[in-house]
């Protein structure tokens, strides 16, 4: 099982990233996925998460209407598409599969003027 996100970056608040997550090893087409993320020194949590079939989304309250997550379920990808970004969305954001211990290496996020 692999998940390999790209995407993270230095950017300046108000500005937009997308971040992407390549899959493999497993049946995409058949698994929930989400977004967690960590900021220094906290907990890592969930931010937004998407049905195996793209139509369910949920977000957490803090990241509603600035994040938009889809999927490709043809390319086994998951995006993350960021807005409005603030300098407390900075961490590391990482790519998981819903009731698994599968894990992407993370993402460094950084909104910063």
């Known amino acids: 099982v692999q998940l390999v996100e790209s995407g993270g970056g230095l950017v300046q608040p108000g500005g937009s990233l997308r971040l992407s997550c390549v899959a493999s090893?497993?049946?995409?087409?058949?698994?929930?996925m989400n977004w967690y993320r960590q900021a220094p020194g906290k907990e890592r949590l969930m931010v937004v998460q998407?049905?195996?079939?793209?139509?369910?989304?949920y977000y957490v309250d803090s990241v509603k209407d600035r994040f938009t997550i889809s999927r490709d379920n043809v390319k086994n990808t998951v995006s993350l598409e960021m807005n409005s970004l603030k300098p407390e969305d900075t961490a590391v954001y990482y790519c998981?599969?819903?009731?698994?211990?599968?894990w992407g290496q993370g993402t460094q996020v950084t909104v910063s003027s």
């Open positions: 998407i049905d195996s079939s793209g139509r369910l989304t």
């Open positions: 998981h599969r819903v009731s698994s211990n599968y």
């Open positions: 090893g497993f049946t995409f087409s058949s698994s929930a």
